[in-house]
């Protein structure tokens, strides 16, 4: 283990690194954001991750539908996802170009988009529905080789809003459509993978449960960060954000 010892991490950035099992002993921490995969966090003698998760559960209720194997539960989820979404779609159609924008080195809200396109392709026509059909071109995927630009996706491509808009309210109508009709039985059992070496490879194995937990899961979140973002470049000069 690499120890640390008066040094100086004022404004460091951390950003996807496994902090698992870290230590920081007799630090100053005033004002730093953690956000990721966050357990069993001691502060000062206190393990914090459960007043975190409620704190959330109380922010965002929908949290808890997902967390559910309730059918009517996760299709309580998956409305109200998509009612967040679409009020999310109809706030940036009101000031046009923000879309485009970033902050802090994120994605913006049409990357953010693009890439739930790709999670629906993967997660849910994929994995649930056993589809080897390519991917959509304007989907982007994972950065690492061989996936970032494969099975069908175009990272050349620069598809305005609208078109970005439509094609993920399709996917996530589609995905209602099939949550409907699905029954309990079919939750339980294992998610028809196909047998190839296309995203994800991880998947094999799990249940069609755990990979609708995925493409909601990711729907929640990143919409999350989208609000999150939006909300900062509206209170940040165009320059800084």
Not at 80 to 101: H, K, N
Not at 105 to 115: C, K
Not at 212 to 218: A, F, K, Q, S, W
């Amino acid at each position: 283990m690499t120890r640390y010892i008066d040094e100086d991490f004022r404004g460091a950035e951390f950003r996807e690194c496994d902090l698992t099992d870290a230590r920081l002993i007799g630090v100053v921490m005033q004002g730093a954001v953690i956000d990721g995969l966050v357990t069993n966090l001691v502060v000062n003698g206190v393990e914090v991750t459960g007043y975190v998760e409620a704190e959330l559960d109380r922010r965002h209720p929908v949290r808890v539908l997902l967390r559910s194997d309730d059918l009517a539960d996760l299709r309580a989820a998956a409305r109200q996802l998509s009612a967040d979404w679409a009020a999310t779609i109809e706030r940036i159609r009101r000031t046009p170009g923000i879309e485009r924008r970033s902050v802090d080195g994120e994605w913006s809200a049409a990357q953010t988009m693009r890439h739930l396109v790709f999670v629906y392709d993967s997660w849910f026509r994929r994995c649930l529905l056993g589809s080897t059909d390519r991917f959509t071109p304007m989907g982007i995927g994972p950065s690492v080789e061989p996936y970032r630009e494969a099975h069908g996706l175009d990272l050349s491509l620069d598809p305005n809003f609208d078109e970005i808009a439509s094609v993920l309210e399709s996917r996530a109508a589609e995905l209602m459509a099939w949550l409907d009709e699905v029954t309990n039985q079919q939750l339980a059992a294992q998610a028809p993978v196909p047998a190839d070496d296309v995203w994800p490879p991880y998947a094999r194995g799990r249940s069609v449960r755990q990979c609708l937990g995925t493409v909601l899961n990711e729907t929640f979140e990143h919409h999350r960060f989208c609000v999150r973002d939006l909300d900062l470049i509206e209170t940040r000069p165009a320059e800084t954000a």
